[in-house]
């Protein structure tokens, strides 16, 4: 059973900085999707960013320009680069690997918290 942890999560100002880290504690391989996710507070959680095994990224609309997703395969972590925080982009983050091959699995950390307010 995979098992994945966050970090990095906190209080910052508009317009700063924050890498959110996600390290599975079992190797992952064949192919899977790794994903972050956010959810506010009366809100639907919704995708932020997801890297494929292949190394192809996609970004939700209100993030395009702002964070970057990155893996790193010996470590087996994902990371999120988010800059130029905005007060709207306050919500707990959740990691996410969507395993498709050779087993069907869906993993997901436990959230950490990204706080932007002045």
């Known amino acids: 059973q995979v098992q994945l942890v966050e970090s990095g999560g906190g209080l910052v100002q508009p317009g700063g900085s924050l890498r959110l880290s996600c390290a599975a504690s079992g190797s992952i391989f064949g192919i899977y999707i790794m994903g972050w996710y956010r959810q506010a507070p009366g809100k639907q959680r919704e995708l932020v960013a997801a890297i494929t095994s292949g190394g192809s990224t996609n970004y939700a609309d209100s993030v395009k320009g702002r964070f970057t997703i990155s893996r790193d395969g010996a470590k087996n972590t994902v990371y999120l680069q988010m800059n130029s925080l905005k007060p709207e982009d306050t919500a707990v983050y959740y990691c996410?690997?969507?395993?498709?091959?050779?087993?069907?699995?869906?993993?997901w950390g436990q959230g950490t918290q990204v706080t932007v307010s002045s």
């Open positions: 996410n690997i969507d395993q498709r091959l050779p087993n069907r699995n869906d993993y």
